[in-house]
């Protein structure tokens, strides 16, 4: 735990990852509810926990996107290969047997 020049307490790179852990799979506004709660119990400096908050929910937006583009590449590789399927020669025996 570190202090500031103003002292207050800054959120330290070790409860930053225990705090993270504990609100990983929360919505949101949950996950900020438990944050205030835990700074609530010390005197935190309001600025770095709002920057901490920025940062979680940065991470959030990451991922969803990160799920949305590799949604959108697997139907792109699906269709992809569908097309490249479609336009396979047939093989001669097989053509000789439309015949």
């Not at 225990?18 to 929360?26: E, H, P």
């Not at 205030?36 to 908050?53: I, M």
Request: with cysteine.
């Amino acid at each position: 735990m570190e202090q500031q020049s103003n002292g207050k307490k800054v959120l330290d790179s070790f409860e930053k990852a225990k705090l993270g852990l504990k609100v990983f799979n929360m919505p949101f506004a949950e996950a900020e509810e438990v944050i205030d709660a835990y700074v609530s119990q010390d005197d935190y400096d309001p600025d770095c926990v709002e920057l901490f908050k920025e940062q979680l929910d940065t991470q959030r937006h990451i991922q969803e996107k990160s799920v949305e583009l590799l949604s959108t590449g697997s139907q792109i590789l699906r269709l992809v290969v569908g097309a490249f399927i479609k336009n396979i020669p047939q093989s001669s025996s097989a053509q000789r047997s439309k015949s």
